[in-house]
């Protein structure tokens, strides 16, 4: 009997969960600090730190994954530094991949989580503070647990989307088999091939499974907490 998935398909669908959750685990404090800020912030310059926040999601993706490269390459300003004094090199590895990801999917955790806020009751917050709780209290007890549900669907979808995000990987990470070559690479790759049609379906399949999954959790992981939370 023939395994479900073949070692390479194996391998990509190990690299597009790893890629995926490495992704979400480095942006998602960073999502929240912008949503607040967004959300709560009033300074010059807002608008535009809004725009910039967004722009992943108008920009093509070659275009993000180019500009992570004279970023992050080993000679660019930041690439040069990590490399430099820590040894860490992106680009073309596992964790340029998760970059990649990362700066893509950050508007769409940035939106959930900034919907969610918007929604928070501030005069719960005002009557913490009158009765003497620190902002840091008002945040971990009140905001955070309220915010709980746009937090969630916002790190679930990233997630999801995660596992599809194919031109900023491409282009700064490249095509690598068993470092960087996640599904959407993989079917790609499949496609190329004069004889890949039916690795294409299955992993076209197992892509479109993935994702719906996804979406499917992230809206039940919604409508749980938010009825834990009686909203």
Known sequence: MSPLLSSAEADAL????????????????????????LTRV????????????????????????YVLLLL?????????????????????????????????????????IRLSLENVDRGLEAAARTLGAAPLD????????????GILAGAVTAFAAGLGEFGAVITFAANIPGVTRTLPLALYTAM????????ALRLAILSFVLGLGGLLAAELLVRRVRRLLGR
């Open 192 to 199: 190329q091939s004069p004889d890949g049609d039916a690795l």
């Open 42 to 65: 009033r300074f010059p310059g807002r608008t535009l730190f809004d725009a910039f926040v967004h722009l992943p999601l108008v920009l093509p993706p070659v275009a993000v994954g």
């Open 72 to 112: 992050f390459g080993t000679r660019g300003p930041l690439g040069g530094w990590l490399h430099a004094h820590f040894g860490i090199q992106l680009p073309f590895t596992t964790g340029g991949a998760a970059l990649a990801t990362a700066v893509m999917t950050f508007p769409l955790m940035v939106r959930a």
């Open 138 to 149: 008002r945040f971990l007890t009140i905001t955070l647990p309220l915010m709980l549900p």
């Open 14 to 37: 190990r690299l597009s969960l790893e890629v995926a959750t490495r992704s979400v685990a480095f942006s998602l404090p960073l999502a929240v600090l912008a949503a607040w800020v």
